[in-house]
T-cell receptor, first 113, second 117 residues
Framework: ETGVTQSPTHLIKTRGQQVTLRCSSQSGHNTVSWYQQALGQGPQFIFQYYREEENGRGNFPPRFSGLQFPNYSSELNVNALELDDSALYLC????????????FGPGTRLLVL | GESVGLHLPTLSVQEGDNSIINCAYSNSASDYFIWYKQESGKGPQFIIDIRSNMDKRQGQRVTVLLNKTVKHLSLQIAATQPGDSAVYFCAENLPSGFSGGYNKLIFGAGTRLAVHP
């Protein structure tokens, strides 16, 4: 176990709705990264948060947004859900540095109908 | 482009055999590489990592080899067991100077390892 937790484990939403996913980082880690993993593919980087600010973003539209809190936990918010947003959403925590391993949580499985 | 690709989508081996999973990465500037194992319904689990100043690193039953000349990474699993059945991902870390100010982890699509008794 990595110590990274995510909630909820599963979620079903309909197109157009909004969703909030949560992540608690491993003790001692100050950086959280979020990934989207479609079925049969590798994780795709969404964004990274460090010191409560977004410090890196992948090729995802602005309707994907996030927050990081003083205790380093984080939220991923997705507005105006689309069918293609159905995926496993992973968060990973790490300690900011030049070469730091990211440790993943179990993920949240989102299904958009 | 950004890609870490795996040559074989599925690898089938007999229990007790050695397994080799290969990976090609695309960024010469990548300075750190990680292998993850992902079982069905779970998040990726760290297996082993290697820095770019090394060409080999060994763990318990696993060895990672790095060939920077041809931008190739491999994971060797000795005496493969049924519990090793999973999807394996390699990931490369692009340092902050090349990715806009943050360390960027780029994953490939994965290789499924199937271990038969």
């Amino acid at each position: 176990e990595t110590g990274v937790t995510q909630s909820p484990t599963h979620l079903i939403k309909t197109r157009g709705q909004q969703v909030t996913l949560r992540c608690s980082s491993q003790s001692g880690h100050n950086t959280v990264s979020w990934y989207q993993q479609a079925l049969g593919q590798g994780p795709q980087f969404i964004f990274q948060y460090y010191r409560e600010e977004e410090n890196g973003r992948g090729n995802f539209p602005p309707r994907f947004s996030g927050l990081q809190f003083p205790n380093y936990s984080s939220e991923l918010n997705v507005n105006a859900l689309e069918l293609d947003d159905s995926a496993l959403y992973l968060c990973a925590s790490s300690q900011q540095g030049t070469q730091e391993t990211q440790y993943f949580g179990p993920g949240t499985r989102l299904l958009v109908l | 482009g950004e890609s870490v690709g795996l040559h074989l989508p599925t690898l089938s081996v007999q229990e007790g055999d050695n397994s080799i999973i290969n990976c090609a990465y695309s960024n010469s500037a990548s300075d750190y590489f990680i292998w993850y194992k992902q079982e069905s319904g779970k998040g990726p689990q760290f297996i082993i990592d290697i820095r770019s100043n090394m060409d080999k690193r060994q763990g318990q039953r696993v060895t990672v080899l790095l060939n920077k000349t041809v931008k190739h990474l491999s994971l060797q699993i000795a005496a493969t067991q049924p519990g090793d059945s999973a999807v394996y991902f390699c990931a490369e870390n692009l340092p902050s100077g090349f990715s806009g100010g943050y360390n960027k982890l780029i994953f490939g699509a994965g290789t499924r390892l199937a271990v038969h008794p």
